[in-house]
C-alpha cells in the first residue's frame, strides 16, 4: 500500500508544475476577460468559464489515469 519514494515525489512535482501553470492562467485571466469584455460580455464571461472549468478538468483527468493505472 506504500508507494516508493521516488514515485511519490514525481507526483508531487506534477502537482506543482500544473498549479504553477493553473497559477499563471489565473493570475491574467482578469486582464484577458476585461479586453475580451470590450468585444463581447458574453464571449468574456465564456473564456473566464473555460479558464476556470479547466483547472479542475486538469486534476479530474490526472485522477482518472491514475485510477486506470490501479493507483
Sequence with gaps: MTEPRSEGRSQAIAAAVILVVAGGFLYFMPAIVLWLGNY????????????????????????????????
Excluded: N
Design 40 to 71: 463581447s460580455p458574453y464571449l468574456a464571461a465564456a473564456v473566464a468559464a473555460c479558464l476556470v472549468l479547466a483547472f479542475f478538468g486538469v486534476f479530474w483527468l490526472r485522477a482518472r489515469y491514475q485510477r486506470g493505472r490501479g493507483k
